[in-house]
């Protein structure tokens, strides 16, 4: 069962760390270069296919987490390096609840006809640190759920 | 030793696969229902910067997957696993004769003259080519997975 639960763990930690990298490495850099409004339309259009998978990706990745510690009660070092993992997932989770989803909200509330600029650049900046804080706690997740993996 | 080797396997593996499914659910899709000039031009910018850490992360995955089978000669279910998943792995290298040049000639087309058509074939192709290299690349991960927690 532990094992089951650490691969389902893994796969979902992997797509949000992979997708999270693309989108803060390749996707993010190219849409702050376009003029605001053709950038807000592509992060609107791209923003509604994220949400349909990645929420989703990194709920599992903490319920397995919490699933493994609660199967496995041995508290040896692999325990603990799960729950390391789970804490930055957590942490990834109340980052994203707390101050992410405001900031996507204004986004995607923003219209692209009459787009102030200024505000626009604001509400980027923010969404683009709220990414990277949030890649780093996902890829020191993967990790920490790797190593437990490969410990056990 | 082996160890590490898979920490950076699965790692490699977990940025091109998540990557990829990005690519593939996400970006294309969202691109695909834009004007053609629009789609190309912005698939292009994506693709130069993707192409600054893809290319390295998808040929660490059969490298060190190789080198576990190496290292660790002992055959048993973790080693028959970690074999099939580089095997598609290199598979997937493998493709890319063919896909390579597909990239080249949508690289090569005019944004001033574009000739949709001609366009939205190349770019099936390329997308058939990239959910290709996606399927095998979750399986390489997958497998690598299952190889780690077997061990």
Redesign the interface.
């Known amino acids: 069962v532990v ?1 089951a639960l ?2 389902v763990n ?2 979902c ?11 803060i ?3 993010r ?2 849409i702050r ?1 376009l003029p605001p409004a053709e950038g807000l339309d ?1 992060h609107q ?2 923003s509604q ?2 949400e ?2 990645m929420p989703l990706s990194g709920l599992v990745a903490g319920l397995t987490a919490i699933a493994i510690l609660v199967v496995d009660r041995d508290l040896d070092a692999v325990w603990w390096i799960t729950a390391g993992g789970l804490c930055l997932t957590l942490l990834n989770i109340t980052v994203a609840f707390t101050f992410d989803l405001p900031v996507t909200k204004q986004l995607n509330a923003m219209s692209r006809t009459d787009l102030d600029q200024a505000e626009y650049n604001r509400v980027s900046d923010r969404w683009d640190f709220f990414h990277i804080v949030r890649a780093f706690f996902g890829y020191g997740a ?2 920490l759920f ?2 437990a ?4 | 030793m082996t160890d590490s080797l898979l920490f950076v396997n699965i790692l490699c593996g977990s940025v091109l696969v998540g990557g990829s499914f990005f690519s593939v659910w996400v970006l294309r899709p969202t691109l695909r229902a834009m004007p053609a000039r629009d789609d190309l031009e912005l698939f292009r910018r994506v693709s130069s910067r993707v192409e600054q850490y893809m290319p390295i992360t998808g040929l660490l995955v059969p490298v060190t997957g190789i080198a576990v089978l190496l290292i660790d000669r002992d055959v048993d279910a973790a080693w028959v696993a970690m074999a099939v998943g580089t095997g598609l792995a290199l598979l997937s290298v493998a493709l890319l004769p063919f896909d390579l040049p597909i990239a080249k000639r949508l690289n090569a087309m005019q944004l001033d003259a574009l000739d949709e058509v001609g366009y939205a074939r190349l770019s099936e192709r390329r997308d058939r080519f990239h959910l290709l290299h996606l399927l095998l690349g979750s399986g390489t991960l997958a497998l690598s997975i299952v190889s780690a927690l077997l061990r």
Request: charge should be positive; aromatic fraction near 14%; glycine fraction near 8%.
């Open positions: 094992d650490r691969f893994l796969v930690g992997a797509l949000v760390a992979g997708g999270t990298f693309f989108s490495w390749a996707l850099p190219v270069e592509l259009r791209t296919r994220v349909k998978y993967l990790m790797t190593i993996a490969l410990l056990e």
